[in-house]
């Protein structure tokens, strides 16, 4: 099993609306856990992390947490074609600053 | 956010010769930085960890010797990559963290893409 599962995609949506991007993770003592965006030959850039069970929003994302299903997703509202990029996945190991990266989802917004 | 500063964005070399990517820390001190390798259309694989003033902790099956990395200051960590071959082309990418952001976010650097012909 990968410490960190991701679907690799593509997900597809139209323009405007709600992308939902899924991630797993494996080590049960995880304690933190972010969302990277990384555009074809880029680097990632942050988007978010999220330590606590629940939701955090910011702006048109909102970044959810369950640690007893070992879950955090990431909801992109009001999709548009910038968002169209490769979502990461990531989470920080327990005990370390080791961070483990899913494979990434690839998101395409249609316009 | 801080600003890791990679250089060179992207290098063409000949098979044989060594490689040195640097990845500096501009407005924190970055206590610990990461190396990753990225081919295409997958993800980030993390090479190595090096914390200042000590030697790098690498992943199992990257060769140590072949990735030399050096994290001699709190601001400036070097990737050389040794006698450099094909299968070596790939998108290098540190991250550092540091005393911005506490000690669990990660910041990238731009990115290497580094071409052995």
């Known amino acids: 099993q990968k410490e960190v599962e991701q679907n690799s995609g593509p997900l597809s949506v139209p323009e405007g609306a709600i992308a939902s991007l899924n991630c797993t993770y494996s080590?049960?003592?995880?304690?933190?856990f972010f969302w990277y965006r990384q555009y074809s030959g880029k680097s990632p850039e942050l988007i978010m992390f999220?330590?606590?069970?629940g939701d955090k929003e910011d702006g048109r994302f909102t970044a959810q947490l369950n640690k007893a299903s070992q879950y955090v997703s990431l909801l992109i509202r009001d999709s548009q074609p910038s968002d169209s990029a490769t979502y990461l996945c990531?989470?920080?190991?327990?005990?370390?600053?080791?961070?483990?990266f899913g494979a990434g989802t690839r998101l395409f917004v249609k316009a | 956010g801080a600003v890791v500063s990679q250089h060179p964005s992207w290098v063409i070399c000949k098979s044989g010769t060594s490689v040195k990517i640097e990845c500096r820390s501009l407005?924190?001190?970055?206590?610990?930085m990461f190396w990753y390798r990225q081919f295409p259309k997958q993800s980030l694989m993390l090479m190595a960890t090096?914390?200042?003033?000590?030697?790098?902790?690498?992943e199992q099956g990257v060769e140590k010797d072949k990735f030399l990395i050096n994290h001699a200051s709190l601001t400036l960590s070097t990737l050389t990559v040794t006698s450099a071959h094909p299968e070596d082309s790939s998108f290098y990418i540190c991250?550092?963290?540091?005393?911005?952001?506490?000690?669990?976010?990660?910041?990238f650097g731009q990115g290497t893409r580094l071409t052995v012909v």
């Open positions: 999220i330590y606590s069970n």
């Open positions: 090096s914390n200042e003033g000590s030697k790098a902790t690498y």
């Open positions: 080590d049960r003592g995880s304690q933190s």
């Open positions: 990531a989470v920080k190991s327990t005990g370390g600053f080791k961070t483990i």
């Open positions: 407005d924190f001190q970055a206590t610990t």
């Open positions: 991250s550092a963290v540091g005393d911005r952001g506490g000690d669990t976010e990660a910041f």
